[in-house]
């Protein structure tokens, strides 16, 4: 489907056969499409491909087959309840889910990079429950999540953090291979009750990172015997 096709159409839905392969750049961008069934047969979606389709309803499967989601990819996308991450994604572009509001955010075990705001929202009665970082992850990029998010669960082992990225409003939870914590990853979260370890040895933590980054006191949970 090439670049700007259905851009601005006005129908609702579309049946895409299994023979296409690739949805190119803005796609479908603004158009009042409802609902869309993304066949296995592809492997690319483009940059802006279904950005402002803000009639866009339900739940959302990636495909099985792509590996890489562009940037604005479902940017506006407001009423999309939740997405199912293949198991071949590796690449999240920059503001790909901005200003979409699904509850829970559980990314696969091949994802190696994660853009600039990638989940942010502006919606602030909106709460994402929870959002799980696989040990894959080489690179998270500026705030790819705002404030309103109940709880994180971190695996990543050697990751490279833009700017600050997470402020829980209850928990963060760090895995078993994790061995130490990206200095921008939690900077300038002055409450965060519970900060849990599953490592026997909790992740270690630049000096400062207490003096500029959580003010008042947070519970610290090792594994029973440590």
């Known amino acids: 489907i090439g670049k700007s096709c259905f851009s601005s159409a006005e129908f609702s839905s579309i049946e895409i056969p299994e023979s296409i ?6 796609a479908f961008s603004t158009s009042k499409i409802e609902k869309i069934n993304l066949p296995n047969s592809i492997t690319e979606i483009g940059d802006s491909a279904f950005m402002l389709c803000s009639s866009l309803l339900g739940p959302l499967n990636i495909p099985k087959r792509v590996k890489h ?6 940017y506006g996308c407001i009423y999309i309840s939740s997405v199912t991450f293949p198991d071949s994604l590796e690449t999240i572009g920059d503001e790909a889910f901005k200003n979409c509001t ?10 190696k990079h994660i853009g600039n705001y990638a989940f942010n929202h502006f ?16 690179t998270i990029g500026t705030d790819i999540i705002n404030e309103n998010h109940i709880g994180v669960i971190y695996n990543a082992e ?3 953090v833009t700017k600050t990225v997470f402020r829980p ?3 963060i939870l760090f895995g078993r291979k994790v061995k130490s914590v990206p200095y921008n990853l939690l ?7 519970i900060i849990i370890s599953q490592n026997t040895i909790p992740p270690q933590i630049d000096d400062d990172f207490f003096n500029d980054s ?10 029973k015997g440590y």
């Open 123 to 138: 919606n602030k009665k909106k709460v994402i429950a929870r959002i799980t970082i696989p040990d894959s992850t080489k």
């Open 102 to 111: 699904f509850g829970d955010i559980k990314l696969p075990s091949t994802v």
């Open 69 to 74: 989601i562009g940037k604005n990819t479902f």
């Open 187 to 193: 900077k300038h979260n002055y409450n965060i009750p």
């Open 21 to 26: 392969e690739t949805i190119k750049a803005r």
């Open 214 to 223: 959580i003010k008042s006191f947070a519970t610290l949970y090792v594994p």
């Open 158 to 160: 050697n990751c490279t």
């Open 169 to 171: 409003k209850k928990s």
